[in-house]
T-cell receptor, first 111, second 116 residues
């Protein structure tokens, strides 16, 4: 089983739609969680950290469910510029220096 | 503010040739440094990480090596490239927070390597 699993998509949604991605992780001892965004042929960039109580940044909301070992990202009022691949990231149990990246979920927002 | 540089941006090399990719970080001291590879349409694979000068950990056996001759310089090398070495090579840095918590990693612009 992969340490971090994501639905590869693509999720194809119209502008203005609300879309949600889930990510599951296998290591219950994972401590840090992040969502990154990667545009085509570019480097990944931090979108937001995920806190236990859940957190919001504008149109983006991240949630953590430790009991079920999943992380979610909700995007409201989708924009064309939201089209990208969204990477779920967690820390492994054996090292606090490293991050484990999921393969990403691709989002396409159409006009 | 911190910045991370990688060069070259793109590279086309024949099979069997050597490789040297360089990454430098500015605006921070004693960063953790990382090399990743991303094959076309795939996720990020951690290749090496370093928590200090001359302290390198390898994640996967391969024909690549890494060195950290200076605090903010990280170099990825190969003596003989294979076709399977093609990919998008990303350098990243982070700062280890107190109590072992992991800070965010910040990526450089990457080097797109094609081995022919």
């Amino acid at each position: 089983r992969k340490e971090v699993e994501q639905d590869p998509g693509p999720f194809n949604v119209p502008e203005g739609a609300t879309v949600a991605f889930n990510c599951t992780y296998s290591n219950s001892a994972s401590q840090s969680f992040f969502w990154y965004r990667q545009d085509c042929r570019k480097e990944p960039k931090l979108l937001m950290s995920v806190y236990s109580s859940g957190n919001e940044d504008g149109r983006f909301t991240a949630q953590l469910n430790r009991a079920s070992q999943y992380i979610s990202l909700l995007i409201r009022d989708s924009k064309l510029s939201d089209s990208a691949t969204y990477l779920c990231v967690v820390t492994p149990m054996d090292s606090s220096y490293k991050l484990i990246f999921g393969s990403g979920t691709r989002l396409l927002v159409r006009p | 503010s911190q910045t991370i540089h990688q060069w070259p941006a793109t590279l086309v090399q024949p099979v069997g040739s050597p490789l040297s990719l360089e990454c430098t970080v500015e605006g921070t001291s004693n960063p953790n440094l990382y090399w990743y590879r991303q094959a076309a349409g795939r996720g990020l694979q951690l290749l090496f990480y370093s928590i200090g000068i001359d302290q390198i950990s390898s994640e996967v056996p391969q024909n690549l090596s890494a060195s950290r001759p200076q605090d903010r310089q990280f170099i990825l090398s190969s003596k003989k490239l294979l076709l399977s070495d093609s990919g998008f090579y990303l350098c990243a840095w982070s700062v280890l927070l107190a109590a072992g918590a992991t800070d965010t990693q910040y990526f450089g612009p990457g080097t797109r390597l094609t081995v022919l």
